[in-house]
């Protein structure tokens, strides 16, 4: 069942939301060469508890951790450690927050230092495809104008769209209805109405859009090794558009 928030449960997603978008901007000035991944999560816990609110992520099905590091062809779920980041590196950055019972969640990527032209464009055309995917949002439009924006921006710069990973409602639940893909049909899917809660997170690949599971069982990585990258915001349905609840 797709839920409609009422003003109250919006106005305490918007503080979990702001929460993770902080936390963002909390991190990323440590994202440089030699910083581990687990340091990263440590910063972010800390920060998030600070805040007033609780990592989504820790414990979430199992999951070790408060946030989700995944580097170069790494995709998703990326579990911290002990690895630090190499100059030329990219890391994917997930985070949610839960603020009395409601979730926030968006995911960004990061260079470490200078990278190559090709991560570059990776980066530069992944962003540009979510906001692709966000324009398309109002109450009336369809989930699979969304994927369909998406896919359509991507397929003119040869990159790969993984269909295997999509985006969700968001709300008491960190993962709720509809599932949002990021390829599809225009006027398929379900109706977005106004008060409704979506996390749009395309991942797109330098390669090929085949992934599979590493031997964690947790972390997704690229069927060919190559570069992926993730940029995940958290947004209200309103009747004219949309409302980002996870700004950076």
């Known amino acids: 069942m797709i839920s409609i928030k009422t003003p109250y449960e919006i106005e305490l997603m918007e503080i979990a939301g702001r929460i993770v978008g902080e936390t963002h901007r909390h991190?990323?000035?440590y994202i440089k060469p030699g910083i581990t991944t687990k340091e990263l999560d440590e910063l972010?816990?800390?920060?998030?508890i600070k805040s007033g609110a609780t990592p989504s992520f820790k414990d979430y099905d199992g999951y070790p951790a408060?946030?989700?590091?995944?580097i170069n062809e790494e995709v998703v779920h990326g579990i911290p450690s002990n690895r630090k980041l190499q100059k030329g590196d990219i890391i994917s950055i997930d985070i949610g927050a839960c603020?009395?019972?409601y979730h926030g969640d968006s995911a960004w990527t990061y260079p470490v230092g200078e990278i190559s032209t090709e991560k570059k464009m990776l980066l530069e055309h992944t962003e540009q495809s979510l906001y692709e995917g966000l324009n398309v949002i109002k109450a009336g439009a369809r989930v699979g104008d969304i994927g369909y924006a998406i896919s359509k921006y991507i397929k003119k710069f040869n990159l790969?769209?993984?269909?295997?990973?999509?985006?969700?409602g968001v709300g008491t639940q960190l993962?709720?209805?509809?599932?949002?893909?990021?390829y599809g049909v225009q006027g398929t899917g379900p109706i977005l109405k106004e008060g409704m809660v979506i996390a749009v997170e395309p991942m797109i690949n330098l390669g090929t859009?085949?992934?599979f599971m590493g031997d964690d069982e947790w972390t997704v990585v690229t069927g060919d090794d190559s570069p992926s990258a993730h940029f995940e915001h958290t947004v209200l349905v309103t009747k004219?558009?949309?409302?980002?609840l996870t700004k950076r």
Do not use: Q, W
């Open 175 to 182: 993962h709720e209805m509809p599932d949002v893909p990021n």
């Open 44 to 48: 972010a816990y800390k920060f998030i």
């Open 209 to 211: 859009r085949e992934v």
């Open 240 to 244: 004219e558009g949309f409302k980002i």
């Open 160 to 168: 790969g769209v993984v269909r295997e990973l999509v985006g969700h």
């Open 66 to 70: 408060s946030i989700c590091t995944s």
């Open 27 to 29: 991190l990323e000035p």
């Open 99 to 101: 603020y009395k019972g």
